[in-house]
């Protein structure tokens, strides 16, 4: 029994330190910020983790139908669960609210990403001549 409680908790370890997740706050980056590190995340490990709690689970649904609704990312795996907690202000456990949602690059996120950048790269050159 040991053996599977040290199992558990050396997995739980190594899932925390996945390097395609990105753990959102709402109050530390703005949106935009979290959709171009998705992008990036999807274009380096062809899939990104987002993963939020409590309040910030809004701004995870949101970056992910950005993302989506740019024909940039397809839903592979969506997970809820609570978490346990010690509010910082009264230092008794509390119960949060955490969603993980799986995304992957679309069949063709490499054509969309290359026409962005083929037009950030014309708004540049226009820029530069007036």
Do not use: C, W
Not at 19 to 25: A, D, G, L, P
Not at 37 to 44: C, D, S, T, V, W
Not at 45 to 67: D, F, K, R
């Amino acid at each position: 029994m040991e053996e599977i409680t040290e199992g558990v908790n050396s997995m739980n370890i190594a899932d925390s330190h996945k390097k395609n997740r990105i753990q959102v706050s709402n109050t530390k980056k703005p949106l935009f910020f979290y959709v171009n590190l998705a992008k990036r995340y999807m274009q380096q490990h062809n899939e990104v983790e987002l993963s939020a709690l409590g309040m910030a689970i809004a701004t995870v649904v949101t970056i992910a139908e950005i993302l989506k609704n740019n024909g940039l990312a397809v839903e592979k795996k969506i997970m809820t669960s609570t978490v346990d907690m010690k509010d910082e202000s009264r230092g008794r456990p509390i119960q949060k609210a955490k969603i993980e949602i799986l995304l992957g690059k679309t069949e063709n996120f490499d054509e969309l990403m290359a026409a962005a950048a083929e037009e950030r790269e014309a708004g540049d050159v226009e820029e530069q001549q007036s």
